[in-house]
């Protein structure tokens, strides 16, 4: 390069700081954001993914009684079975804790008494293993979340009423609870109301009172969690469904399909193309602003390019002059993203393990993801450089003599002369530099829609998250729900709750295991819940705003079951549940975002068997509110009740867990909204800059300011008009699809985008647009108009 | 139509340590429908006292009056209005607008003003530029830009025009032939031209000829029998 040209670069960096310092710190957020999340999303696939291994976690899991010696030898000797572990899972009340004020469910697992499990290993956290008779191992995370320490007692009734002292010996992690779901129905943790401990099997089938019996048996299968073999999973899977043939009440769950496993499963598909489009979203971001900003700057130093020209500059000795710009900025912002990207990735980690897990993971690694690093270090380099040395290539071609006039409109004349005569002077005026003008109109548009695309993408997650949990809260129209041991008789079930003081209203209700299986024979497991279509408990409307339970004739079903087997409103279903099976029309769709149950009127059933008298489990309760935890108290020391869930406990519990994601979206949302007013700002800033002579010129002729202002804001607002119109559906599809990702079987979103949204959304870009416009309009009434008439390069 | 006049007026510019005196106490008296010539070499501080006439630039010091109001008093909205209705400046670098065609940016200027504005297809006829209406400032010669910044001072009919060196750029002929379309002007509606040159020719047709030397008149002679634009011997 040139001394002098040298000499340029660094006066003009110093000229242009505000301007410099705008593109250097988009592109070093860029860069930030690029190696904070994708990379936070591999180390936490790969740390539970260590975890998995190093605990041998399970594939399978059969919930089966009584399994004989020889099933269990047959499900050992299927081709790619490592081990399968018989298992006691014992549901108990954990009686009210000092820290609590009403009983918690806490379900009992027994381990081997001599030698380690080989499935669903436990991690010791605190404390020490299982020594002496009466001792415990505790769930770590529900151990946090009640302030449960090694050394405390536990008091524990089991279903037979009797209770008993055990001892907390340790605080573990085990996968299977990774995320401590409660089963498919709930399976986020719950950690006020459902916690897991582990015993030796010998104490716990003594407790239970169920010596040498089996109700759950846990399969491992060959090789590392990440080489998942799905062919292979469902040759094991048919190899199963053969080996409990003889066991009609056997459920089967892959791991997916288990809370823990299929809520992880869920994070890993959603997490990945969230982190990957916002990753990716930054960085561009970065980099359209960084091409704006370079772009325009270039197009404003036409005519000393075509005087450097005239003066025998070579075109090379010219890119080099202007790509060093973004050189310089891409090495500096990059190599600075680099670093706090990784120290940011941490964050990204600890709101998973602080919201998701609720405590240790053991194969927890942060390693740095260098060629990810590298990969996003060296598009900003290049983008930046590029940036920088296009626009001058593309300008210095432009023969010297011409570049040095006036820069004459490179619209086609049939476009840039349409006739506007019609228009009132200040809007043909604004028309005609939108038209004659292409590379910074488009720019300007340009901007506006990825700043459209950023703002709504992001509250479009918001909304729809908003929406489709808000509906799921308010489905629970009842306070309490009480289950019971086995099934009772509708009418009587509860008869004796008239006594406990605060209750308002009481519904019995049935709610238990179903499956589903559509006209092509695909099949659903679920849960299936049988409650009165007379004022049901169960507040639910269709997604098309119709209330459910409108009549008897059918069943509503949840919009998750709908995705799953593809079904429709007027399709049949047959429904099995208690050994019998039914073919039921669908009535309608139900906003239902957790869980995919199937909604059945109590007529419905009633008409299967005429005469019969209706049976229940569970009684949905309300209460007055400063009366629920006694409610809750009494109603667990009721003959026959298994279990009491709080429905404002279990809904501050799911709102903890959610915060991960809430965190996440909060996060991308505040960062797309001020990359979004960075880029707008700068995209609008360099256009008035540019035009800061021709406004200036308008100045000394007499414009006004308020003449001048308008045409700007005129101009603006076409672009802006533009930039929403395409920008908005964009960013509204964008956020829908990453919210898709993390559909499953037991859980999944409905997009929605409301109208508030829509108005702050378009607020936020329209304000921006007019503070951004600010800075240009001072500078040109700030202009020295006398320069106008005595300096040629004005 | 009023009597501009300037009294004592001085403006300084600093440049670093440096403070240069660009208007040293200029006084003067321009009548109105004068066809005045501001007359002297480069750097004498012609293009200031115009910028100043036109509410370009502010004086440091002294009194400039267009008729009885008082410029160097007006607030920066009046100055606007003033510029807008009362002034047509011919730029001595042209300053046309470069997304604009010759007619478009003469038409700008004459939508602007509240006066009666002259047709501006016949001003730019007028100036010769009939046949490049269509074209953009930068599809047009040095010369003939600096017609269109003339077209379209004159086209909003202002009653006070001031022209930077505007046949700077042209070669004698059309130099002359717009020489004569301000002189007509001048003549049919009494506007007042005040025009600054370094071409000591041109101030032949002037009423009044103010002589400028290192930002101070040097003298100003009032001239009863002008030279028409075509006597003159440029
Ligand atoms: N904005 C300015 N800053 C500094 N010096 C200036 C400025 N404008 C004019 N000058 C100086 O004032 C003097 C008069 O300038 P100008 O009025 O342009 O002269 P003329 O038009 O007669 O050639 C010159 O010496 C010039 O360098
Ligand atoms: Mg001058």
């Known amino acids: 390069m040139l001394k002098s040209l040298r000499r340029k670069t660094i006066g003009d960096l110093r000229a242009n700081r505000g301007q410099f310092l705008a593109v250097w710190l988009m592109v070093t957020l860029g860069t930030t954001f690029f190696g904070a999340m994708y990379p936070a999303a591999v180390n936490l696939l790969d740390s539970v993914f260590r975890t998995y291994d190093r605990l041998e976690y399970m594939d399978f899991q059969v919930q089966v009684d009584s399994p004989s010696e020889d099933t269990l030898q047959a499900v050992r000797a299927i081709p790619g079975v490592e081990s399968a572990e018989p298992r006691l899972v014992v549901e108990s009340s954990l009686q009210p804790m000092s820290v609590t004020e009403h009983a918690i469910i806490l379900r009992l697992i027994s381990v081997p008494d001599e030698r380690e499990s080989g499935v669903n290993r436990n991690e010791l956290i605190e404390g020490h293993d299982l020594r002496n008779s009466g001792d415990l191992l505790l769930l770590e995370s529900f151990a946090n979340y009640h302030d449960l320490k090694p050394g405390d007692t536990l008091r524990v009734t089991l279903a037979d009423q009797t209770t008993v002292e055990l001892r907390i010996a340790g605080l573990v992690f085990n996968p299977e609870y990774l995320v401590a779901g409660r089963n498919r129905l709930v399976t986020f943790p719950t950690p006020s109301t459902f916690g897991v401990a582990w015993m030796p099997y010998s104490d716990l089938a003594e407790l239970a009172g169920q010596p040498g019996e089996y109700n759950d048996i846990v399969v491992r299968l060959e090789g590392a969690s990440e080489n998942k073999d799905a062919e292979r999973d469902d040759r094991v899977r048919l190899a199963l469904t053969t080996a409990f043939e003889d066991y009609p009440d056997a459920v089967i769950y892959s791991r997916l399909e288990t809370a823990s496993g299929g809520v992880i499963d869920a994070n890993i598909n959603g997490n990945f193309p969230a982190m990957a489009f916002f990753s990716g979203l930054f960085l561009t971001g970065a980099a359209v602003i960084t091409g704006i900003l370079l772009a325009r700057m270039v197009e404003s130093e036409r005519q000393r390019i075509g005087t450097m020209r005239a003066m025998g500059i070579t075109r090379r000795e010219l890119v080099t002059h202007y790509l060093a710009f973004g050189f310089i900025i891409g090495l500096t912002g990059g190599f600075v993203g680099s670093i706090l990207g990784y120290l940011n990735s941490f964050w990204f980690m600890n709101t998973f393990l602080d919201y998701i897990v609720g405590g240790t993971l053991p194969g927890y690694k942060n390693i740095p993801q260098i060629p990810f690093i590298l990969l996003g270090y060296g598009i900003v380099l290049v983008s930046s450089t590029i940036a920088g040395a296009y626009p001058a290539w593309v300008q210095s071609a432009t023969p010297p003599g011409i570049a040095l006039r006036p820069a004459t409109p490179k619209t086609p004349n049939a476009i840039s002369r349409t006739p506007l005569g019609f228009l009132p002077l200040v809007l043909r005026q604004t028309i005609r530099n939108l038209l004659r003008a292409p590379g910074r109109s488009s720019s300007t548009a340009l901007g506006v829609i990825a700043g459209a695309m950023m703002v709504f993408s992001s509250l479009a997650l918001w909304d729809t998250m908003a929406v489709c949990f808000g509906d799921y809260y308010d489905a629970s129209a009842f306070d309490l729900q009480v289950t019971y041991n086995g099934l009772l008789p509708a009418d009587s079930i509860g008869a004796d709750l008239d006594q406990i003081d605060g209750i308002t209203g009481t519904q019995p209700a049935l709610i238990g295991p179903a499956a589903l299986v559509d006209a092509d024979g695909e099949r659903l497991d679920t849960i299936a819940v049988v409650l009165s279509e007379n004022e049901p408990f169960f507040d639910l409307t269709t997604v098309d705003g119709d209330d459910a339970f409108s009549n008897s004739d059918g069943v509503w079903i949840s919009h998750n079951i709908q995705r799953i087997l593809g079904v429709g409103v007027g399709d049949t279903l047959t429904i099995r549940a208690l050994g019998q099976a039914h073919d039921v029309t669908i009535q309608g769709i139900v906003l239902y975002t957790v869980g995919s149950p199937v909604f059945v009127p109590q007529g419905l059933v009633m008409a299967w068997a005429p005469g019969s008298t209706a049976v229940a489990n569970t009684i949905l309760v309300r209460a007055n509110d400063e009366a629920i935890p006694a409610v809750q108290n009494a109603l667990a020391q009721m003959p026959g009740v298994a279990m009491v869930e709080n429905i404002q406990q279990w809904e501050k519990d799911l709102k903890h867990f959610l915060n991960y994601f809430a965190a996440n979206t909060v996060l991308f949302g505040s960062f797309g909204v001020i990359l979004t007013i960075a880029l707008l700002y700068n995209t609008v800033n360099a256009s008035l800059r540019e035009r800061r002579d021709e406004l200036s010129i308008l100045r000394a002729l007499g414009s006004t300011r308020r003449e001048i202002a308008l045409t700007v804001t005129l101009e603006l607002l076409i672009m802006v008009t533009v930039g929403v119109l395409i920008g908005v559906p964009l960013g509204r599809e964008a956020g829908y699809w990453l919210l898709f990702r993390y559909n499953t079987d037991f859980f999944g979103y409905i997009g929605y985008l409301t109208m508030p949204s829509y108005l702050v959304g378009i607020a936020v870009l329209l304000a921006t647009v007019f503070l951004a416009e600010i800075p240009g309009l001072r500078a040109v009434q700030k202009t020295d108009l006398g320069q106008i008439s005595k300096s040629q390069s004005f | ?234």
């Open chain 2, 1 to 234: 139509m009023s009597q501009i006049s300037m009294r004592d007026v001085r403006k300084t510019y600093r440049m670093g340590n440096n403070i240069i005196t660009a208007l040293d106490g200029v006084s003067l008296q321009i009548e109105p429908g004068d066809f005045a010539v501001v007359l002297g070499p480069s750097g004498s501080g012609k293009t200031t006292l115009l910028n100043i006439l036109g509410g370009l630039e502010s004086a440091d010091g002294g009194e400039i009056l267009n008729g009885d109001e008082s410029i160097s008093a007006m607030s920066e909205n009046k100055l606007t209005t003033y510029r807008r209705h009362q002034v047509g400046f011919i730029f001595q670098f042209f300053n046309l607008l470069p997304t604009l065609t010759a007619l478009e940016n003469v038409s700008l200027s004459a939508e602007m003003s509240n006066r009666r504005a002259y047709n501006p297809v016949d001003m730019l006829e007028r100036v010769g530029l009939g046949d490049r209406m269509d074209h953009y400032p930068g599809q047009l010669s040095g010369g003939q830009q600096q017609r269109v910044a003339i077209a379209r001072a004159l086209a909003k009919n202002p009653a006070l025009i001031l022209a930077d060196e505007p046949t700077g750029s042209m070669d004698v002929a059309t130099g002359i032939d717009v020489l004569r379309v301000m002189r007509d002007l001048n003549r049919e509606t009494q506007q007042t031209f005040v025009l600054v040159t370094h071409n000591s020719a041109i101030a032949g047709i002037a009423d009044r000829v103010i002589r400028m030397g290192s930002g101070k008149v040097q003298n100003i002679i009032q001239n009863d029998s002008p030279f028409e634009p075509e006597e003159i011997d440029w």
